[in-house]
């Protein structure tokens, strides 16, 4: 079983930073890409952030200069660094990743549970 558990999100008013993370824990054999997506209330979850095995990143063009994606490879863990903080940044934030749980050459996508940022006076 795989397991993504993230943390970090919580109330920040316009201009703060928050930090999310997410670690992977379970029956790893090798992750490929990890990242994070949002979803507003009545709105679809879009994609904010991604970093792949090799490093390469792709944002969003809302976050582009605001937010960082960064991987720790040891720990299977992704952070998002969240700064300028704007209200319509507020949404629910889930973490994902591309994970191949065996030898096996097919991987699998895996969720986490999501985690509130609210940017609001």
């Known amino acids: 079983q795989v397991q993504l558990v993230e943390s970090g999100g919580g109330l920040v008013q316009p201009g703060g930073s928050l930090r999310l993370s997410c670690a992977a824990s379970?029956?790893?054999?090798?992750?490929?890409?990890m990242g994070w997506y949002r979803q507003a209330p009545g709105k679809q979850r879009d994609l904010v952030a991604a970093?792949?095995?090799?490093?390469?990143?792709r944002y969003v063009e809302s976050v582009k200069g605001r937010f960082t994606i960064s991987r720790d490879y040891a720990k299977n863990t992704v952070y998002l660094q969240m700064n300028s903080l704007k209200p319509e940044d507020t949404a629910v934030y889930y973490c994902?990743?591309?994970?191949?749980?065996?030898?096996?050459?097919?991987?699998?996508?895996?969720w986490g549970q999501g985690t509130q940022v609210t940017v609001s006076s």
């Open positions: 994902y990743a591309d994970i191949a749980p065996t030898i096996a050459p097919r991987s699998y996508d895996y």
């Open positions: 379970g029956t790893i054999f090798g992750i490929n890409d």
């Open positions: 970093i792949e095995s090799d490093g390469t990143t």
